[in-house]
């Protein structure tokens, strides 16, 4: 860039704070609709510092087609109650995949940039201007008609521009191993432990070309301070999979939000959106499928702000991003944490395996494809990888 060119105007019609899921997105579909894009991230490069899981619903699939080569499919859920007795769980036509989420993210980063956005990595955004519907960040000097802050789940741009912060979050901890044999690779092994888990689970995923073995906890309904004990889980886990022994490949964590969107979520010409916005379902906690589905929503709407006189985009994403509400409520109830052994007695009632199965699947089932009774599908139903 050069001085003559910011006489004339500011530099970009969108930055970007944030190369992962929900930026990555918005950005491509940004600079395939015409505007001129850039994205930040602190980071060194795409696939750095990843912090997630990265389990993709299906549905997050078929918001943004991504390379079969970087995911494994795994069709069920089996679910482990505190004694160990466990269900499985699966709905015909439904799946999620595990992934190899830095490759999925150097991806998405080539497939953003030959969309025609400029991407800058090892560039924090730290302050910012807005001067007249033109916001200036300080420090790289960069500026642009629209700023869209997809920084996470504690984000800056929300604190710059006084936007609402996530205020309710799981901590999560995951340990990535080498592959393993006595991981079966057709479920999400999830863990009920309120005593190891309280306020959300523990799972191992057969992931791509590794294991991964993790544990998440919520505060206590008053706010009482809990932190996830991953040896513990491993420890509990050890009969099952022995993963104790396991060479560990990486270690992460992080915050996860669960209090639902973030409000405002917007000021005249900057909004929020992903985890930043708040958009991971409190039940869950997945955050991946919003990332994508409102990534593409928000970039639509900005073009049509900045290109044909379209509404704010504030207003149209605090009218489309979800409200969470039963869910936020089954959040709260389960950070109770309610005694294993009542656990124990009630998962295998009818009325709790529906409620399981709700919160895995829920309408997801492909129609089309639901001759079998969801709780008795073939368990091997697809192709296995
Ligand atoms: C342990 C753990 C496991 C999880 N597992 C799953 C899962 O299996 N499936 C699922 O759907 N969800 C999962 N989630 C949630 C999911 O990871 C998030 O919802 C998702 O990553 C949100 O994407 P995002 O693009 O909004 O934000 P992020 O992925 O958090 O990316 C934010 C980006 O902004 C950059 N950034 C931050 N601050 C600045 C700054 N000041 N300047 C420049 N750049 C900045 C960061 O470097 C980062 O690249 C998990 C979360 C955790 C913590």
Redesign the pocket.
């Known amino acids: 860039m050069n001085g003559k060119r910011r006489e004339l105007g500011p530099d970009y019609d969108l930055i970007v ?7 990555l997105i918005a950005a491509r579909a940004a600079a395939h609709r015409g505007l001129r894009v850039a994205v ?4 060194r490069e795409p696939g750095a ?1 990843v ?5 993709l619903v299906k549905e997050a699939v078929d918001e943004c087609d991504i390379p079969a080569a970087l995911t494994r499919k795994i069709p069920g859920v089996r679910l482990y109650a505190p004694g160990g007795r466990s269900m499985d769980l699966s709905a015909p036509g439904y799946y999620f995949l595990a992934t190899d989420t830095p490759a999925i993210m150097r991806w998405l980063a080539r497939e953003t940039a030959r969309a025609g956005a400029d991407l800058f990595f090892g ?3 730290d302050d910012a201007t807005l001067a007249e519907d033109r916001v200036i960040l300080h420090g790289p000097g960069l500026s642009a008609r629209y700023l869209l802050g ?4 504690k984000s ?1 741009v929300a604190d710059v521009f006084g936007l609402g912060r996530n205020s309710e979050f799981l901590i ?1 901890v ?1 340990t990535e191993f080498e592959e393993t044999p006595t991981v079966d690779p057709d479920f999400l092994h999830c863990f009920i432990d309120t005593a190891l888990a309280p306020g959300y689970l523990g799972w191992v995923v057969p992931g791509v070309g590794m294991t991964q073995a ?1 544990v ?1 906890v919520s505060n206590g309904p008053f706010g009482e301070k809990r932190k996830p004990d991953l040896a513990a889980f491993l420890k509990r886990t050890d009969p099952f999979f022995a993963l104790w022994n396991c060479e560990v490949k990486a270690k ?5 939000p669960c209090g639902g969107v973030v409000s405002p979520i917007a000021t005249h010409r900057v909004l929020l959106t ?3 916005a708040g958009l ?1 379902s409190p039940l869950t ?5 919003f ?1 994508f589905q409102y990534g593409r929503r928000v970039s639509a709407a900005i073009s049509s702000y900045l290109q044909d006189g379209g509404a704010d985009p504030g207003a149209v994403m605090a009218r489309e991003y979800p409200k969470f509400g039963v869910k936020k409520w089954m959040r709260r109830a389960w950070s109770l944490a309610p005694a294993n052994p009542l656990i124990d007695a009630a998962l295998f009632t009818p009325p709790m395996r529906a409620l399981a199965q709700w919160i895995y699947f829920q309408k997801r089932a492909d129609a089309s494809l639901g001759r079998e009774s969801q709780n008795n599908a073939p368990k091997y139903f697809y192709p296995k990888y």
């Open positions: 704070v944030g190369a992962s899921f929900a930026g930040i991230d602190a980071k510092r912090r997630t899981t990265g389990i560039m924090r955004f997809a920084d996470g789940a800056r999560g995951e993790g998440a992460r964590s992080g915050p996860i992903g985890d930043a991971v906690a997945g955050g991946i499928r990332a």
